[in-house]
């Protein structure tokens, strides 16, 4: 093995992981950690705790919460154990296939995606077969959970991934439906790029003196608001602006700008084809 892949490795083995993962993780080509996975994966694998993690889409998140995860299943323990709950059938079956991949070498591990526009019939057999970790959109849980097709009364852990997406998709109460089927000991993760209020309730509600980990600036995946500022895409969901000599990703459907603490939102799917301009006036 290469020296410098023996590097990379052993800054991966220090962070606590085994060496299943470690083998994984090599066969994936992964060079570093990533900021957030230096941040939280100590503290999930050390610790028995709830997890506040706020850090942008592309930053490594999935790996951060889905290695403790998967090192702290009991594979030998076909009833399931972790819940993960994304925004979209697309991040779900995204998160599904990297922690397969992540999950490769743990014999007896299996992870089953439960979202809309598939059989739910086929989704809830594979639930019975045995999924140690469930990875679901919200929708699609709360309809099974009303079905009796899964039983979610004894995970260990919870992990929220893009909260602040899943909330401004209209998710509160389905959201906190759910979560009101699970164990209060269990330990929740929280990952999100902002901290609105609504996911800040949810943590309040439902979590017990998280760790907080803040991987850039708080709250900055928001636009930021400056008067007479025009912000402009070529239809990327990239957006510039004219005061600013920087591209700045958009990685939600809504985005919010608080001038003055009043509450502005963007319209939904600003743009899809062409250039389009968005003014800003306000003080």
Not at 63 to 86: C, H, M, N, V
Not at 140 to 165: F, H, K, T
Request: with cysteine; hydrophobic share 40%.
């Amino acid at each position: 093995m290469p020296l410098i892949l023996i590097f990379f490795m052993n800054k991966f083995k220090q962070l606590g992981l085994n060496d299943l993962l470690l083998k994984a993780i090599e066969d994936m080509g992964f060079e570093s950690p990533s900021e957030v996975q230096e941040k939280a994966i100590p503290v999930l694998l050390d610790q028995d705790t709830d997890m506040v993690a706020l850090a942008q889409t592309g930053t490594g998140k999935t790996a951060a919460f889905g290695f403790p995860l998967i090192q702290k299943i009991d594979a030998g323990d076909r009833t399931t154990q972790g819940l993960i709950l994304s925004p979209t059938r697309e991040l779900c079956l995204q998160i599904t296939n990297e922690l397969k991949n992540y999950s490769k070498y743990v014999k007896g591990l299996n992870v089953v995606a439960i979202y809309g526009g598939a059989s739910i019939t086929a989704q809830a057999s594979d639930v019975r077969k045995g999924a140690q970790i469930v990875v679901a959109t919200p929708g699609r849980m709360q309809d099974m959970i009303n079905r009796g097709m899964v039983n979610i009364s004894r995970i260990n852990y919870c992990v929220l991934d893009e909260a602040d997406e899943m909330l401004n998709m209209g998710f509160y109460e389905d959201i906190t439906s759910i979560l009101s089927h699970t164990p209060k000991e269990k330990n929740t993760w929280l990952f999100s790029a902002t901290m609105p209020k609504e996911v800040a309730t949810i943590a309040r509600k439902f979590m017990h003196a998280p760790e907080e980990i803040t991987v850039g600036a708080k709250n900055s995946g928001r636009i930021p608001y400056n008067t007479n500022t025009t912000w402009s895409t070529d239809g990327t969901d990239t957006w510039r602006s004219s005061g600013l000599p920087m591209l700045i990703p958009i990685f939600f459907r809504w985005y919010s700008a608080e001038p003055n603490g009043i509450r502005k939102t963007l319209p939904k799917n600003l743009s899809k084809t062409g250039i389009m301009q968005l003014h800003c006036t306000g003080t």
